[in-house]
């Protein structure tokens, strides 16, 4: 089982590399795109300043350097939809990064792009993002019977539903989980709105909008106002615990906001390929302190400790137990 962390810079890959990263996965914006398409139109899921290698020199020297460690990178095209106008040029770009940077999986989520990249035939393994929403057995054989080889699996997957798609697809297809960081207030795959930088994601702005309540017939009661704002207190505070809690860390020096560490016994017994740390923005250091604990928790489940006390020991090690009582920022509902 892999740990698969973002990267943004070859500066990064020797310490990604060194404290346990096996695979990376990445962003390309070409200048050439913002130029054409401006940067309100996302190539990727990720905003094009901050989040995202800029020249192809640069991907073909992370690549070229992440394979004399034998780390794989994957690059992702993950936007929803590619228009008429726009998929020439997605086609143009994965051809370069494949044939002349050499990168080993792109991570599609358009229908129209996986298609063409398969009447392209470029030699590279196709994952799908979770934006593509496989929720269940027949929509992952859908893609696997289009090329895919790996199934990013979208958070709101449950562990039983993960268990029996790994058990339908007997091996033939790899499946990659969320471990650490981001979440999301809607089922990904269909949220059709972007996280543009200069106006935020939909999801996080809502929680500071103002509202008032009103009953379909007649005034309402105090105690209906009460119970109703203190339901939207809740959901305010949910939304603010998946989106990272403000990217603030815990007193162990862990990243607080949405995880999935608890369920990695569980992955490692159903045959999950990759535990995807999430963040592509981040900042090094959340990125070390990510890949860390994670890598920390696979180092126990691989060594044989029982699932109870990797559990235990992993909710210690975060150091949140609140938190994790609350399980609001749980991936997987422990």
């Known amino acids: 089982m892999k740990i698969t962390a973002p990267i943004t810079s070859p500066d990064e890959l020797e310490m990604l590399v060194a404290n346990g990263a096996g ?15 401006t940067g309100a139109i996302w190539l990727n899921r990720r905003s094009p300043k901050g989040a995202n290698l800029e020249t192809l020199s640069d991907l073909a020297r992370l690549v070229q ?33 494949v044939e002349e940077a050499g990168v080993d999986a792109l991570i599609v989520t358009d229908l129209g792009l996986l298609l063409a990249l398969k009447n ?6 196709i994952h799908i993002s979770s934006v593509a929403s496989a929720l ?57 709105t972007t996280h543009h930088h200069a106006v935020g994601a939909f999801c996080t702005s809502m929680r500071d909008w103002d509202s008032t309540f009103y ?20 959901y305010r505070n949910w939304v603010w615990t998946i989106n990272g809690m403000g990217i603030t860390f815990s007193q162990n020096g862990f990243p607080l906001g949405p995880c999935g560490i608890c369920a990695i016994p569980d992955f490692y017994r159903i045959g999950v390929h990759s535990l995807k ?58």
Request: glycine fraction near 4%; include cysteine.
């Open 136 to 192: 269940n057995t027949e929509a992952v054989s859908f893609y696997k019977e289009l090329g895919a080889t790996r199934l990013i699996l979208p958070r709101a997957v449950t562990l039983q539903e993960i268990q029996d798609i790994a058990t339908n697809l007997q091996g033939t297809m790899e499946l990659e989980t969320f471990m650490m960081n981001d979440g999301c207030a809607f089922e990904e795959g269909h949220c059709q």
């Open 120 to 125: 392209l035939d470029l030699k590279v393994a």
């Open 65 to 97: 350097e992440a394979h004399r460690c034998e780390v794989p990178v994957f690059l992702t095209f993950n936007s929803p939809h590619y228009t008429r106008e726009q998929l020439p040029h997605v086609l143009d770009l994965a051809k370069s990064v």
């Open 23 to 37: 695979e990376l996965y990445c962003g390309f914006v070409p200048r050439e795109w913002l130029s054409k398409f």
């Open 277 to 334: 740390i999430v963040g592509r923005e981040a900042s090094p250091f959340k990125k070390l302190a990510s890949l860390k604990l994670v890598k920390s928790i696979v180092d126990k489940v691989a060594a044989g400790m029982p699932e109870d006390k990797v559990r235990e020991k992993a909710q210690k090690l975060k150091g949140t137990p609140e938190l994790c009582a609350s399980r609001w920022a749980c991936y997987y509902r422990f």
């Open 215 to 234: 009953a379909e017939n007649g005034k309402i009661s105090p105690d209906e106002n009460r119970l109703l704002e203190e339901n939207l207190k809740d």
